[in-house]
Nanobody
Framework: VQLVESGGGLVQPGGSLRLSCAASGFTFSSYAMRWYRQAPGKERELVAHIISAGSRTNYANSVKGRFTISRDNAKNTVYLQMDNLKPEDTAVYYC????????WGQGTQVTVSS
């Protein structure tokens, strides 16, 4: 099983990034997926959740209206579109297949700074 994130980087406040997470080794289309983030010195935070079919999503209050989670089951990939980024969005972002699977990616760094 692998979850491989990509798309992180350095962006100015107000900018956008799109994270991708490529999954392999399990039946991706059958399971919900999540994005988490962890800033230095803080606990890991659930950012967004999407059900297996992609028709329902949930977001942390801190990112509602700015971030969009989506998935392409044909490509075994989940995305996180991040718009109007703020310095407080700086964190390592992790892709997660929640219980009963409990799989995690290695994380990708997002830094929002001028």
């Amino acid at each position: 099983v692998q979850l491989v994130e990509s798309g992180g980087g350095l962006v100015q406040p107000g900018g956008s990034l799109r994270l991708s997470c490529a999954a392999s080794g399990f039946t991706f289309s059958s399971y919900a997926m999540r994005w988490y983030r962890q800033a230095p010195g803080k606990e890991r935070e659930l950012v967004a959740h999407i059900i297996s079919a992609g028709s329902r999503t949930n977001y942390a209050n801190s990112v509602k209206g700015r971030f969009t989670i989506s998935r392409d089951n044909a490509k075994n990939t989940v995305y996180l579109q991040m718009d109007n980024l703020k310095p407080e969005d700086t964190a390592v972002y992790y892709c997660n297949a929640p219980p009963p699977l409990g799989y995690w990616g290695q994380g990708t760094q997002v830094t929002v700074s001028s």
